[in-house]
């Protein structure tokens, strides 16, 4: 037991302190030395490994982590005279002090560093795919292998995107600092659909490893958290995309089978669904109600509460139709209106959702094909059959393609 607490811990710790440190070099040295942050902290992380392989873990393995990459960042400026010198510079400018270079790991450092790090992974001068690539790297601690395997591809593809995107912050030349207030408010729109699309990344993704969809939505809620946990960016929308995440969060376990297909709404164990993650959800979406700015992320988090409600009543699907027709204004996407029909079938009946559901037309999609068979299930068997197999015929994972299959079987009999 003892043996395997060893060998879990350098991993657990990698996860949780490599990317603070990372985060408080990475705004020490500047966005044209990120390699040299993370080589930095690589070798930290290489000692400890073979140091606590012989010797066992120190008392206090955070903090020797933390010795231990002050003393090897020390080491290097003594060794790099010109980068030191360069160094020492912008800690002067930004600092208006003549002393010594510190690598200032507290608490505090550490949390403004990474709110820094969010502004600067999430910057728009790359596309989103780079900017989750970058966030799930330098402020999640993921390696290239569990990258590529978040985004089913391999890891050729994601070292070429992240050095890609690493350069274009170079050329652009970000500075990894706290933003102002006004940056801020220009900003924040790009950083929480990054953090968005992270979290969508875990919930909905077909990859099988359910661990590591675990984990891309843990993360995308800890990075939004700390938005929430600092008065300049704890703002109403940032509430409710954590309360969406924490409403999404909650259906976990129920919308997936043990072999990670999708289970549809309305066959979920309601006893699956995590009560106390509910209450958060709310938590935060009463926090959004304040100011008198509405976005997408509000409705989305009051569509998914209205969810999280085991009655089945009209009053419910009713509520649930109306905010999707007040997202739709604000954004429209063909999924949305997917949604919507689903939720116009609930209060108003098949037939009415039928015709509005044909005329968003997403022939290539094996999601629509499902709704079209669950819509016309009972109201004309035929047409439900023939789009249920256009639906098995798109579908990608073993999974979606078993539920089809028990679907059709079902309305064979």
């Known amino acids: 037991m003892l043996l395997?607490?060893?060998?879990?811990?350098?991993?657990?710790?990698?996860?949780t302190e490599y990317r603070k440190i990372v985060a408080v070099l990475c705004?020490?040295?500047?966005?044209?030395?990120?390699?040299?942050?993370?080589?930095?902290?690589?070798?930290?992380?290489?000692?400890?490994?073979?140091?606590?392989?012989?010797?066992g873990a120190p008392p206090n393995p955070?903090?020797?982590?933390?010795?231990?990459?002050?003393?090897?960042?020390?080491?290097?400026?003594?060794?790099?005279?010109?980068?030191?010198?360069?160094?020492?510079?912008?800690?002067?400018?930004?600092?208006?002090?003549?002393?010594?270079i510190d690598v200032d790991l507290s608490d505090k450092n550490i949390s403004d560093s990474q709110l820094a790090m969010i502004f600067v992974t999430c910057h728009p001068c790359n596309p989103a795919d780079a900017q989750i690539g970058l966030a799930l790297n330098l402020l999640c601690g993921f390696g290239i292998d569990e990258i590529a395997r978040a985004f089913l591809t391999n890891r050729e593809v994601i070292?070429?995107?992240?050095?890609?995107?690493k350069?274009?912050?170079?050329?652009?030349?970000?500075?990894?600092?706290?933003?102002?207030?006004?940056?801020?408010?220009?900003?924040?729109?790009?950083?929480?659909?990054?953090?968005?699309l992270l979290f969508n990344e875990g919930y909905y993704s077909a990859s099988q490893d359910v661990t590591l969809r675990k984990e891309l939505c843990l993360e995308a809620m800890r990075l939004t958290y700390m938005l929430t946990d600092h008065p300049a960016t704890n703002k109403p929308e940032v509430n409710a995309l954590l309360s969406l995440m924490c409403f999404h969060s909650s259906r976990f376990d129920a919308r997936l089978g043990y072999h990670g297909e999708t289970i549809l709404y309305d066959e979920q164990d309601r006893?699956?669904?995590?009560?106390?993650?509910?209450?958060?959800?709310?938590y935060f979406l009463n926090l959004a109600s304040q100011g008198n700015k509405l976005s997408k992320f509000h409705l989305e988090a009051a569509i998914a509460y209205?969810?999280?409600?085991?009655?089945?009543?009209?009053?419910?699907?009713?509520?649930?139709?109306?905010?999707?027709?007040?997202?739709?204004?604000?954004?429209?996407?063909?999924?949305?209106?997917?949604?919507?029909?689903?939720?116009?079938?609930?209060?108003?009946?098949?037939?009415?959702?039928?015709?509005?559901?044909?005329?968003?037309?997403?022939?290539?999609?094996?999601l629509?094909?499902?709704?079209?068979?669950?819509?016309?299930?009972?109201?004309?068997n035929a047409r439900a059959l023939f789009h249920l197999q256009q639906a098995l015929s798109l579908a990608q994972s073993a999974g979606d393609k078993a539920i089809i299959s028990n679907k059709i079987s079902q309305l064979n009999h």
């Open 167 to 196: 350069e274009k912050l170079r050329e652009e030349r970000v500075r990894i600092e706290e933003p102002a207030l006004n940056e801020i408010d220009n900003r924040m729109t790009s950083v929480l659909m990054t953090l968005y």
């Open 306 to 366: 209205w969810h999280t409600t085991k009655e089945n009543s009209t009053e419910k699907w009713e509520n649930i139709l109306q905010l999707y027709n007040q997202l739709l204004i604000i954004e429209y996407s063909p999924m949305a209106a997917l949604n919507r029909t689903y939720a116009l079938s609930k209060a108003h009946g098949k037939e009415q959702a039928i015709v509005e559901a044909e005329k968003i037309n997403l022939v290539g999609n094996h």
């Open 159 to 165: 070292y070429k995107r992240l050095q890609r995107a």
């Open 368 to 380: 629509y094909h499902c709704l079209l068979g669950e819509l016309y299930n009972g109201v004309n």
């Open 62 to 100: 955070a903090g020797w982590l933390y010795t231990a990459a002050k003393n090897k960042t020390r080491d290097y400026l003594k060794r790099n005279a010109n980068f030191a010198q360069n160094i020492s510079k912008e800690f002067t400018l930004r600092t208006t002090s003549t002393e010594e």
């Open 27 to 55: 705004k020490l040295f500047g966005i044209e030395h990120i390699e040299i942050a993370e080589d930095i902290v690589s070798n930290t992380f290489l000692q400890a490994s073979e140091l606590w392989g012989v010797k």
């Open 271 to 282: 006893d699956l669904w995590n009560q106390e993650l509910i209450t958060r959800g709310e």
């Open 4 to 15: 395997m607490e060893q060998s879990e811990l350098i991993p657990h710790l990698f996860r």
